[in-house]
């Protein structure tokens, strides 16, 4: 059975940081384009970041570049997300995705909550 | 605002056809591939069509999709009460290199 949990969610203060996990299981990772959505209350879904398959190459969202970092370990099928100087705006349910030729998997998500 | 624009919302009866747009530019869907997404409160989104018009196993042919030019449809045919969702569009963006995703279209079945 495919599986995708994030972890590492939370609530933390403005300028503050966090590191989400996703654990992969069921499926060949390392054969996965992985990404990391998100959907802030009362918002619709908004991309954050994806990595490749062998995480050579990664791309950003304008609004978290320079302040996240997606990362992925093959040898532990895991997904991370390094978020800092974190805003209010960020505060959303993070979810993690993996994608490869149809195939399409979704975690249940992480919440994230930044505030004062 | 999104940079893909979608209705925010549609409606029909059971059994019903509702089409839901996607709107873009030369830099995403002129040039590449939409997908479609269906997200149900509290639940984890859903593809239901990948590549413009390629339905994953599992889903009906009640759903399809396809595009013309700068713009993605997604077409629901027969629709039932179970299809009340979100429904998001998504493509790649050449000129800003981000995924983009619509803005959401609200389906009620009434």
């Known amino acids: 059975e495919v599986e995708l949990v994030e972890s590492g969610g939370g609530l933390v203060q403005p300028g503050g940081s966090l590191r989400l996990s996703c654990a992969a299981s069921?499926?060949?990772?390392?054969?996965?384009?992985m990404t990391w959505v998100r959907q802030a209350p009362g918002k619709g879904l908004e991309w954050v970041a994806n990595?490749?398959?062998?995480?050579?190459?990664?791309y950003y969202a304008v609004s978290v570049r320079g302040r996240f970092t997606i990362t992925r370990d093959n040898a532990k099928n895991s997904l991370y997300l390094q978020m800092n100087s974190l805003r209010v705006e960020d505060t959303a349910l993070y979810y993690c995705q993996g994608y490869n030729s149809g195939q399409d998997y979704w975690g249940q998500g992480t919440l994230v909550t930044v505030s004062s | 605002q999104s940079v893909l624009t979608q209705p925010p919302s549609v409606s029909a009866a059971p059994g019903q056809k509702v089409t839901i747009s996607c709107s873009g530019s030369s830099s995403n869907i002129g040039k590449y591939n939409v997908f479609w997404y269906q997200h149900l409160p509290g639940t984890a989104p859903k593809l239901l069509i990948y590549e413009t018009d390629k339905r994953p196993s599992g889903i009906p042919d009640r759903f399809s999709g396809s595009k013309s030019g700068t713009s993605g449809t997604l077409d629901i045919t027969g629709v039932q009460t179970g299809d009340e969702a979100e429904y998001y569009c998504?493509?790649?963006?050449?000129?800003?290199?981000?995924?983009?995703f619509g803005g959401g279209t609200k389906l009620t079945v009434l």
């Open positions: 990595v490749k398959e062998d995480g050579s190459e990664q």
């Open positions: 069921g499926f060949t990772f390392n054969e996965f384009y």
């Open positions: 998504g493509t790649w963006d050449i000129r800003l290199s981000v995924w983009l």
